[in-house]
């Protein structure tokens, strides 16, 4: 028994370590944005003050692109079908090698790209995962990606546009957007997932956070720099 509570404890440090940001849906979402604020933050922001940082939930980053990686499946299915029928010729034929290339090279070719963009696709997105990181200071949005490693900042002052794209069940009755130019209201709600896409805008660049976990706080926290910083134009 003693082993199985050695097991418990280390399976539960190892959630709360791998899946920053992730807190418990029934707690009200000021306490889950206190929580994050008094947490070091994993990027570097200097002397500026921590508001938020998360990162995106492991399954749904790793299979945000499931249509396309189950699409190239399909074709690396059809292409080793290809090849096998098209060695199962040359061989009954006795013909030079070049000239059954359209039977045996081409669907060779097809099935490695195939599955880079399928199986290739989804193990790197995994791999990606391990270093994507969403921290935002009360000056500056950092976005961590890559592979290798690259840190983005966008400047909060050049933010315009913010938009909340809910996944699930209440994905098309809960989006929420808001912005200096295009506000059509306040937030939707993400439903019991909790998850969701936001889309920003900086001026002339554009990004969009993909899986994050709680999205809604995030949202609100973007909508309140957006509305503040209309009222100060305002004035």
């Given at each position: ?28 979402a000021q306490n889950r944005q206190s929580q994050v604020v008094q947490q070091q933050s994993v990027i ?96 500056n949005l950092r976005i961590q990606c890559g592979i290798p490693r690259r840190i983005i900042c966008f ?39 909790g998850l969701g896409k936001i889309y920003l805008e900086f001026g002339s660049r554009r990004v969009a ?27």
């Open positions: 028994m003693r082993g199985w509570h050695v097991v418990a404890r280390i399976a539960i440090s190892f959630e709360r370590v791998c899946v920053l940001g992730r807190f418990t849906l029934d707690q009200p570097d922001i200097g002397t500026e003050h921590l508001v938020w940082q998360g990162r995106p939930a492991p399954r749904c980053f790793t299979f945000r692109h499931w249509g396309r990686s189950l699409f190239w499946l399909a074709v690396f299915a059809f292409a080793g079908v290809w090849q096998w029928a098209g060695w199962v010729i040359y061989a009954d034929s006795g013909q030079a090698l070049w000239a059954m290339i359209p039977l045996v090279l081409l669907p060779l070719v097809l099935l490695l790209v195939a599955f880079c963009l399928s199986v290739g696709r989804v193990a790197r997105a995994r791999l990606e995962w391990e270093h994507v990181f969403y921290v935002l200071s009360a000056e400047d909060l002052a050049e933010l315009s546009y913010v938009r909340l794209d809910p996944y699930g069940k209440d994905s098309k009755k809960g989006a929420g957007e808001n912005g200096n130019e295009k506000s059509k209201g306040t937030q939707g709600g993400c439903g019991r997932s956070l993909s899986c994050v976990e709680h999205a809604e706080d995030l949202f609100e926290l973007l909508r309140r720099h957006i509305d503040a910083g209309a009222d100060a134009g305002a004035d």
